[in-house]
T-cell receptor, first 108, second 117 residues
Framework: AQRVTQPEKLLSVFKGAPVELKCNYS??????LFWYVQYSRQRLQLLLR??SRESIKGFTADLNKGETSFHLKKPFAQEEDSAMYYC??????????FGQGTILTVHP | NAGVTQTPKFQVLKTGQSMTLQCAQD?????MSWYRQDPGMGLRLIHY???????DQGEVPNGYNVSRSTTEDFPLRLLSAAPSQTSVYFC????????????????FGPGTRLTVL
C-alpha cells in the first residue's frame, strides 16, 4: 500500500536560513510526487511537482528513488513562506495520498 | 471562473443530525474528491468520483455518502453526525476540460469547517 511520511509536524527557522521539509514515500509503482501548500486562511494549492523539475518561489524538490524521498528545500527562507506544507503521492485515477503535513514557521 | 466552491463555510451539528456539504466546480473536470483534514493526520480521502454516475470509496468512507449526478456537483452527505466527524472538509477536482490540470494537479475548494457536538 502507498504511504507518505512527513516526520516533522513543526519546523521553525529564522529568515534567511536554509530550510528542508522532509518527505518519504512507499509505493510499488512509479511515483508521481507533489508538494502542496496551505497559507493561513487560504485554500490548499499546488506548489510544485517532481515531473516538471521546476523551482517555485525559490523552492525545489528532487525525487530520490533510492532513498524513496522527495524533500522540499529552499536556500533562504522568507517570512511569507510560513505555512502548512503537504507532500502527496499520486496513485490511480488521480487519487492523492497525503502526508501528515509540516507547519513551517519563519521567524524575522 | 469560480473554480471549486464549497458551502457552507462553517457548520455546527448535534450528534445524530444529518446534513449535506455542497461542492461544485465549473472547470468540466472529470475527477472530484472529498478529503477531511485533521491535526496530525494530514488529508485523508473520503470518497472520489471519476465521472458523472461513478463514485468509489477512499480511505475513510464510513459515515459518509456521495453521489455524482452531474459533472459539476459532488455533494457529501453525513447520515448521522458523530463527534468524530468534527473536521475541516475539502473538495477537489482535476482532469481535462475548461481548465486543464496538468500533471494531475488537483484544485481545492476553500473548505468547510464542521463541528459536531
Amino acid at each position: 500500500a502507498q504511504r507518505v511520511t512527513q516526520p516533522e509536524k513543526l519546523l521553525s527557522v529564522f529568515k534567511g536560513a536554509p530550510v528542508e521539509l522532509k518527505c518519504n514515500y512507499s509505493y510499488s509503482g512509479s511515483p508521481e510526487l507533489f508538494w502542496y501548500v496551505q497559507y493561513s486562511r487560504q485554500r490548499l494549492q499546488l506548489l510544485l511537482r517532481h515531473i516538471s523539475r521546476e523551482s517555485i518561489k525559490g523552492f525545489t524538490a528532487d525525487l530520490n528513488k533510492g532513498e524513496t524521498s522527495f524533500h522540499l528545500k529552499k536556500p533562504f527562507a522568507q517570512e511569507e513562506d510560513s505555512a502548512m506544507y503537504y507532500c502527496a503521492l499520486k496513485t490511480n485515477y488521480g487519487k492523492l495520498t497525503f502526508g501528515q503535513g509540516t507547519i513551517l514557521t519563519v521567524h524575522p | 471562473n469560480a473554480g471549486v466552491t464549497q458551502t457552507p463555510k462553517f457548520q455546527v451539528l448535534k450528534t445524530g443530525q444529518s446534513m449535506t456539504l455542497q461542492c461544485a466546480q465549473d472547470m468540466n473536470h472529470e475527477y472530484m474528491s472529498w478529503y477531511r483534514q485533521d491535526p496530525g493526520m494530514g488529508l485523508r480521502l473520503i470518497h472520489y468520483s471519476v465521472g458523472a454516475g461513478i463514485t468509489d470509496q477512499g480511505e475513510v468512507p464510513n459515515g459518509y455518502n456521495v453521489s455524482r449526478s452531474t459533472t459539476e456537483d459532488f455533494p457529501l452527505r453525513l447520515l448521522s453526525a458523530a463527534p468524530s466527524q468534527t473536521s475541516v472538509y475539502f473538495c477537489a477536482s482535476s482532469g481535462s476540460g475548461f481548465r486543464k490540470s496538468s500533471y494531475n494537479e488537483q484544485f481545492f475548494g476553500p473548505g468547510t469547517r464542521l463541528t459536531v457536538l
